[in-house]
């Protein structure tokens, strides 16, 4: 928070040429060195990876520290308490029992994606504490005496640790990750070197701003300098200080031109000929990029494979235990046999990847596209169903049966199913009629109570079932699809995703900002009718 590259920056940052790294790489005959520098592992820290440190500011932290300093009264204190709270959960692992309370029976806290998120609320408190320390020193409030200690004593406790770890790098630690081991012994030999002179180099600067914004201050409360010109050299040492590190990730190398962008989806002969497709509603299995980490092909259909941040542990269940072994079984049957009915035979043996709608597989940007003939479909109906104890068993008895056959159901739904008179009924027929994100309309016709599986991933938070118009049971089967009971007869099914929080959420973010509104109103027509008042009592 106070020194930059205190752990090295990010994950992948630049060196200089003037870097031990970059004069071994010169020395080796090492090509395209200048590039090689662009992208170097200088961080070493506990995390596994990160995208940069969470920089608040030196000149901010300094305020904040001449606040804690000077200030009396409960405003200091709850505004460092909160600071405190935010900085402990940051540490996550680290401090777990704090961590795991507020993970266990805080409201929303497990949503966060890693504990270092919450470190943004100190990016309010930090500068919220350090300038209204500022106001209250040039509105004098706060007795000279008491000023004046306090700029001593922040000064001594920033400046003094700032110029402690640009004295003495190494009491940072080894500057060696276990990350390493798996770079060059030359590599090995050169980054600690470099992490070192990044911490030296950044603790000085650090410091510099420090007494920079230090000075700047105590000439503008001794009267030095007037004290609008305190404030603005104040607000550029600032800028300054926070804007040559957020370049540092965050610059032009980061951004293209729409052209850039748009090339980067361009459509490839096979996209060409899948979006020839009418069909509403398919999946599509792109072997021909990384499959589970490369998003290019969601651009233009929907996927089995991409990637997201956020994603679902039983669908990552199902990438490792199912899709991956499948997929190395077509890999491999593809390489011995080249005839359609060789690729369909092999086709048949994927049933997850059918039971999940895959209708094309991509094997090459330039070639046509394998059209699964095995698919499973949009949904069906199953002969019967199996009910199993604990989630690993639903999981792996995916392996045992065919899904458009028997549906796999956790005993935590078997009352989904009690009760029931399910009886296949080889005539019936199901068959969706509309597609859309948030709402699929299904068609179904059968003389018997049948079990229907949808080929959508069940997620209970939101997505709803009617059978014509009446709420129904959605329930989860073969481990991610979702299971509805539907009646004998003729009926229209819809799957509506409609969350309840999303909804609840934008109306109190709606009334939040009415109340904001009117508050700030309020605020300004007070101060108006105050200083109107002022100049009539005057007068």
Same mark, same amino acid.
């Given at each position: 928070?106070?020194?930059?590259?205190?752990?090295? $920056?990010?994950? /992948?940052?630049?060196?200089?040429?003037?870097?031990?790294?970059?004069?071994?790489?010169?020395?080796?005959?090492?090509?395209?060195?200048?590039?090689?520098?662009?992208? !170097?592992?200088?961080?070493?820290?506990?995390?596994?990876?990160?995208?940069?440190?969470?920089?608040?500011?030196?000149?901010?932290?300094?305020?904040?520290?001449?606040?804690?300093?000077?200030?009396?009264?409960?405003?200091?204190?709850?505004?460092?308490?909160?600071?405190?709270?935010?900085?402990?959960?940051?540490?996550?692992?680290?401090? !777990?029992?704090?961590?795991?309370?507020?993970?266990?029976?805080?409201?929303?806290?497990?949503?966060?994606?890693?504990?270092? !998120?919450?470190?943004?609320?100190?990016?309010?408190?930090?500068?919220?504490?350090?300038?209204?320390?500022?106001?209250?020193?040039?509105?004098?409030?706060?007795?000279?005496?008491?000023?004046?200690? $306090?700029?001593?004593?922040?000064?001594?406790?920033?400046?003094?640790?700032?110029?402690?770890?640009?004295?003495?790098?190494?009491?940072?630690?080894?500057?060696?990750?276990?990350?390493?081991?798996?770079?060059?012994?030359?590599?090995?030999?050169?980054?600690?070197?470099?992490?070192?002179?990044?911490?030296?180099?950044?603790?000085?600067?650090?410091?510099?701003?420090?007494?920079?914004?230090?000075?700047?201050?105590?000439?503008? %409360? !001794?009267?030095?300098?007037?004290?609008?010109?305190?404030?603005?050299?104040?607000?550029?040492?600032?800028?300054?200080?926070?804007?040559?590190?957020?370049?540092? %990730?965050?610059?032009?190398?980061?951004?293209?031109?729409?052209?850039?962008?748009?090339?980067?989806?361009?459509?490839?002969?096979?996209?060409?000929?899948?979006?020839?497709?009418?069909?509403?509603?398919?999946?599509?299995?792109?072997?021909?990029?990384?499959?589970?980490?490369?998003?290019?092909?969601?651009?233009?259909?929907?996927?089995?494979?991409?990637?997201?941040?956020?994603?679902?542990?039983?669908?990552?269940?199902?990438?490792?235990?199912?899709?991956?072994?499948?997929?190395?079984?077509?890999?491999?049957?593809?390489?011995?046999?080249?005839?359609?009915?060789?690729?369909?035979?092999?086709?048949?043996?994927?049933?997850?990847?059918?039971?999940?709608?895959?209708? %094309?597989?991509?094997?090459?940007?330039?070639?046509?596209?394998?059209?699964?003939?095995?698919?499973?479909?949009?949904?069906?109906?199953?002969?019967?169903?199996?009910?199993?104890?604990?989630?690993?068993?639903?999981?792996?008895?995916?392996?045992?049966?065919?899904?458009?056959?028997?549906?796999?159901?956790?005993?935590?739904?078997?009352?989904?199913?009690? $009760?029931?008179?399910?009886?296949?009924?080889?005539?019936?027929?199901?068959?969706?009629?509309?597609?859309?994100?948030?709402?699929?309309?299904?068609?179904?016709?059968?003389?018997?109570?049948?079990?229907?599986?949808?080929?959508?991933?069940?997620?209970?938070?939101?997505?709803?079932?009617?059978?014509?118009?009446?709420?129904?049971?959605?329930?989860?089967?073969?481990?991610?699809?979702?299971?509805?009971?539907?009646? /004998?007869?003729?009926?229209?099914?819809?799957?509506?995703?409609?969350?309840?929080?999303?909804?609840?959420?934008?109306?109190?973010?709606?009334?939040?900002?009415?109340?904001?509104?009117?508050?700030?109103?309020?605020?300004?027509?007070?101060?108006?009718?105050?200083?109107?008042?002022?100049?009539?009592?005057?007068?």
């Amino acid at each position: 928070m106070l020194i930059p590259n205190f752990n090295g $920056g990010a994950s /992948a940052s630049e060196l200089s040429k003037k870097s031990k790294t970059y004069e071994i790489l010169k020395q080796g005959g090492v090509p395209n060195a200048e590039q090689v520098i662009k992208q !170097m592992p200088t961080y070493w820290g506990p995390q596994a990876f990160t995208a940069g440190p969470m920089y608040m500011g030196a000149i901010s932290v300094f305020l904040f520290v001449l606040g804690l300093v000077v200030l009396q009264g409960t405003t200091k204190w709850w505004i460092a308490g909160i600071s405190l709270l935010a900085l402990l959960l940051g540490w996550g692992k680290h401090f !777990m029992w704090l961590s795991s309370l507020f993970f266990d029976y805080v409201p929303l806290y497990n949503k966060f994606r890693v504990p270092s !998120m919450i470190l943004t609320i100190l990016q309010l408190t930090i500068p919220l504490l350090g300038f209204y320390s500022l106001h209250q020193i040039f509105s004098d409030k706060i007795e000279k005496k008491r000023v004046i200690k $306090g700029l001593k004593l922040a000064l001594g406790i920033t400046g003094g640790f700032c110029l402690l770890f640009a004295l003495l790098p190494s009491l940072a630690g080894s500057f060696t990750s276990p990350a390493d081991s798996q770079f060059p012994d030359w590599l090995q030999q050169a980054l600690p070197e470099d992490r070192q002179s990044m911490l030296r180099s950044d603790a000085f600067r650090s410091l510099l701003f420090i007494l920079a914004g230090a000075a700047t201050i105590w000439a503008g %409360y !001794m009267k030095k300098i007037k004290l609008s010109s305190s404030i603005t050299l104040l607000g550029l040492l600032i800028i300054l200080d926070m804007w040559s590190v957020d370049k540092r %990730y965050l610059n032009n190398d980061h951004f293209v031109t729409p052209r850039e962008f748009t090339n980067n989806f361009n459509l490839r002969p096979v996209d060409k000929e899948i979006l020839k497709d009418t069909d509403i509603h398919y999946r599509v299995l792109d072997l021909a990029v990384n499959t589970f980490n490369d998003s290019h092909s969601s651009f233009y259909h929907k996927t089995i494979g991409g990637y997201s941040a956020a994603k679902l542990q039983r669908y990552q269940d199902i990438i490792d235990y199912h899709l991956v072994p499948e997929i190395q079984s077509l890999a491999n049957d593809l390489q011995r046999g080249q005839t359609r009915a060789d690729i369909d035979s092999s086709l048949q043996k994927l049933s997850v990847i059918n039971m999940l709608n895959t209708k %094309y597989i991509i094997l090459s940007a330039n070639s046509t596209p394998i059209e699964n003939t095995a698919r499973s479909g949009n949904a069906w109906f199953v002969e019967n169903y199996q009910l199993v104890d604990t989630p690993d068993e639903e999981i792996l008895s995916l392996k045992a049966i065919d899904p458009e056959k028997t549906a796999i159901i956790g005993r935590d739904f078997a009352q989904a199913v009690a $009760g029931k008179n399910i009886r296949f009924d080889s005539t019936a027929t199901i068959q969706l009629t509309s597609y859309a994100p948030n709402k699929l309309t299904y068609k179904t016709k059968a003389s018997q109570e049948q079990l229907a599986v949808f080929s959508e991933v069940y997620y209970p938070e939101g997505w709803q079932a009617y059978i014509d118009d009446q709420p129904g049971e959605l329930f989860r089967t073969d481990y991610i699809l979702r299971g509805l009971s539907v009646p /004998a007869g003729e009926h229209t099914i819809t799957l509506v995703y409609n969350p309840r929080s999303a909804y609840q959420g934008a109306l109190i973010s709606q009334i939040s900002s009415i109340l904001l509104i009117l508050a700030l109103l309020g605020s300004i027509i007070g101060y108006i009718r105050k200083n109107r008042k002022c100049s009539s009592d005057q007068a």
